[in-house]
């Protein structure tokens, strides 16, 4: 999946993945959650969960759409403020800032202590060569942080992606070394998957809490 791709996304309001809650998994999540400062929210969007996480941290979200940016603040009837850096702008607007531009290229200092990350639809939006560079990323940038993964896994042969399925084995390989505690199992088989509904013959979404705190 290409810059393009998103970018036409959200050009054309294909947005299935769009929640019009916080996350189930989230809610279920929070309370044994670190109690830290800030949270990053990699490839946000304009989801409902940065509200919920706003609640109860400062949140620094990444996303590549200026228009996932400027939707989110004019939904929720804000004006941000916007600062111009080399390749991105930052919206802020009280307890929430997102950092617009690539993901790969955000500048170290934009996740200064941060503690916890917050990962739903990022990790599985990524095509496989990239999900290694993704974690590569999070890690070398947030060695100290807990991550709040949530994950989806099917048949990948039946449906292309994105989302992509991301098995039980590669969140071990691609964590390897990390503490990795399995949360929840939700079986969405023949169910809806935020504003679609995939016919896939297995569709399973997992919660993780990962750290890779015994390492450092
Ligand atoms: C499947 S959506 C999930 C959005 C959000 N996490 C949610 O739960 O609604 C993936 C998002 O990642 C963004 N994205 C894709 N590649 C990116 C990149 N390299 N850097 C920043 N954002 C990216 C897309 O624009 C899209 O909004």
């Known amino acids: 999946m290409d810059a393009e791709f998103w970018l036409n996304c959200w050009k054309n309001n294909h ?31 304009k989801s409902p969960d940065l509200h919920l996480l706003a609640q109860h941290y400062s949140v620094v979200g990444s996303e590549l759409s200026a228009i996932a940016c400027n939707d989110f603040f004019a939904e929720a009837g804000c004006e941000p403020a916007q600062e111009s850096f ?29 503690e916890l990350i917050y990962d739903r639809a990022a990790l599985i939006a990524l095509p496989s060569e990239l999900r ?10 947030l060695p100290q942080a807990t991550l709040l993964l949530i994950s989806l896994e099917y048949p990948q042969e039946e449906k292309v992606g994105p989302p992509f399925s991301v098995s039980e084995a590669e969140i071990f390989r691609l964590f ?41």
Not at 176 to 186: E, Q, Y
């Open 132 to 141: 290694e560079r993704y974690v590569q990323n999070l890690r070398q940038y």
């Open 15 to 45: 947005l299935g993945f769009q929640l019009e809650e916080p996350h189930p998994l989230l809610v279920a999540a929070l309370p044994t959650l670190p109690k830290v400062e800030r949270v990053f929210v990699p490839l946000c969007g």
């Open 176 to 216: 390897a070394g990390a503490k990795i505690s399995k949360l929840a199992d939700v079986d969405l088989t023949g169910a809806g998957f935020a504003r679609r509904r995939f016919l896939t013959s297995k569709l399973v979404e997992s919660s993780w809490l990962i750290s890779w705190e015994s390492q450092t």
């Open 86 to 114: 080399a390749e991105h702008v930052l919206f802020s607007h009280q307890q929430i800032a997102i950092w617009q531009g690539d993901f790969f290229t955000l500048p170290a200092a934009a996740v200064k202590d941060v």
